[in-house]
């Protein structure tokens, strides 16, 4: 049954965000604050910088609020990070993926500024951006979150989210439908996501993850993953994708909502999110590792599989 | 005295990713010591089980092998002291990533082989060409690839029709 999602709290933390940016911005305590305005259409939000504290109020959070703000604070993205301290607003989500650049030395906690969000979901999709939030329109990645309240943050605004109704664990629940499939299923059914991709590059623009100044995947000499937009470099591509992300991502499943080919993109990151937890104890959370599981090791790790 | 080599009807490509500080040299040992072993297996030599990239083995497979060979130095013993702890879990995550698109993982053997042990790397290579030879032609990712070729339906009407005239 269709269930509606109680987002009252937004509009007190809406004002909560205004209020706080308008005074780090007037004290100089930051530069710029990076959160969400209005876009065009009814009820649609976009990512705004504001660098005064008259433009506070285009401040907002709603459940529209989809973007994961840290990629502009990447390498990639250059100029934002240079001018100063920076403020940013960010869902538990988005904290889980900063948290992660400050573990890889991409961005260092004084300079930010955090503002955080109590969080009790935000819509799947912005194709109906003023479509109430339920249990239907509710983001896969809000489903399985356990991390409604952002952690070791400069502010966050005082309002408790309301608890998630029981939602199903869309995420998990495909996984493991996979994991029951014989690998042949399995092949066909990844054959057929991967045909779709188009190989924009949106998933990786997007990540806060692949902040690399050349991708491997541009590389041509040699050139290790066909660039074509073909059945065989497309497999390549979400192979070394999943596998450059493995142990990284956040699960803000930001990669997903970008694709235009609706590609299940983050069922292979937490997928391998998963099996990382379960190899190696480690997964993505908000206290800052200088290592990942996969960028450190333990002299007895598990080597059942090696001969 | 050589035995009689056997014929087989399906002869499997084996492509072995070594470090060239122990596997290479055990490989080595096992030719000085004129062991046999099959002839399937190509390899390729790296300075250490860490710089085998997975992207590696994805290409392998793209252009043909059928099986797949990765070995190192034992814990303890890499040239570079770490290189093959680091591999052990790369590959550990990698083999979870293959077997979830659907890739059969006992098409790839991942082992420790040091540079004394040429009957070890006989067996393994061995084992591993058996395995594969039994279980037939990897052709997914081969497909994928004839398909980057040709996209077209072979057997639509309008070709069928073109087939025919001829
Ligand atoms: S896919 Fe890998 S190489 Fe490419 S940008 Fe992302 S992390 Fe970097
Ligand atoms: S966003 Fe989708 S279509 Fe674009 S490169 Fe990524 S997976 Fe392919
Ligand atoms: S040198 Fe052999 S595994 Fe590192």
């Given amino acids: ?307 | 005295m050589h035995v009689d080599k056997q014929k087989h009807t399906f002869e499997p490509k084996i492509i072995a990713f070594v470090c060239t500080w122990c596997t290479y040299a055990g490989a080595d040992l096992a030719g000085t010591s004129r062991m046999q072993y099959p002839s399937n297996v190509r390899v390729l030599k790296f300075p250490c089980t860490g710089r085998i990239d997975p992207v590696f083995i994805i290409k392998a497979f793209q252009q043909g092998a059928d099986g797949i060979l990765i070995s190192g130095c034992h814990p303890g013993d890499c040239h570079y002291i770490a290189g093959n702890y680091h591999a052990r879990r790369r590959f550990a995550a990698f083999r979870k990533l293959l077997e979830f698109i659907g890739v059969d993982l006992n098409r790839i053997q991942f082992s420790w082989v040091s540079a004394a042990e040429g009957g070890k790397w006989v067996e393994v290579v061995t084992d591993l060409t058996e395995r594969v030879r039994a279980m037939g032609p990897m052709v997914e990712f081969k497909d994928l690839v004839l398909e980057e070729q040709w996209s077209g339906n072979l057997n639509n009407p309008e070709l069928q029709a073109v087939y025919e005239a001829m």
């Fill in chain 1, 1 to 307: 049954m269709t269930q509606t999602i109680d987002i009252s709290s937004y509009s007190t933390i809406t004002d909560a965000i205004r209020s706080e940016a308008r005074r780090i911005l007037s004290d100089s305590t930051v530069s710029a604050v990076i959160g969400y305005t209005a876009g065009r259409r009814k009820g649609s939000t976009q990512p705004i910088v504001i660098t005064t504290a008259d433009d506070a109020d285009q401040l907002i959070f709603t459940a529209a609020c989809l973007n994961d703000l840290v990629v502009y604070l990447t390498k990639a993205k250059k100029d934002v990070p240079k001018s100063g301290r920076i403020g940013i607003v960010v869902k538990g989500c988005d904290l889980k993926a900063l948290v992660g650049l400050l573990g890889e030395s991409q961005l260092k906690r004084e300079n930010l500024y955090l503002i955080g969000i109590p969080c009790s979901g935000v819509l799947g999709s912005l194709l109906k951006p003023s479509a109430e939030l339920t249990t239907e329109t509710i983001a896969s990645k809000c489903c399985e979150c356990s991390d409604q309240l952002p952690v070791g943050c400069d502010f966050v605004p005082t309002v408790t989210p309301a608890p998630l109704p029981d939602l199903e664990k869309r995420y998990a629940n495909e996984i493991a439908r996979l994991e029951a499939m014989t690998p042949s299923e399995r092949w066909e059914f990844w054959k057929e996501q991967f045909s779709k991709c188009i190989k924009c590059y949106a998933c990786r623009q997007v990540c806060p993850f692949c902040f690399c100044e050349q991708c491997l995947c541009d590389r041509n000499r040699p050139q290790m993953v066909e660039q074509t937009p073909r059945p065989s470099g497309n497999t390549a591509w979400h192979l070394v994708r999943a596998m450059h992300l493995a142990g990284r991502c956040a699960g803000c499943a930001e990669c997903e909502r970008v694709c235009p080919m609706d590609i299940p993109l983050n069922l292979l990151n937490r997928k391998m999110a998963k099996e990382l937890k379960e190899l190696f104890n480690s997964e993505a959370g908000f206290e800052v590792r200088d290592t990942g599981p996969l960028t450190s090791y333990r002299e007895d790790d598990d080597q059942s599989f090696i001969r």
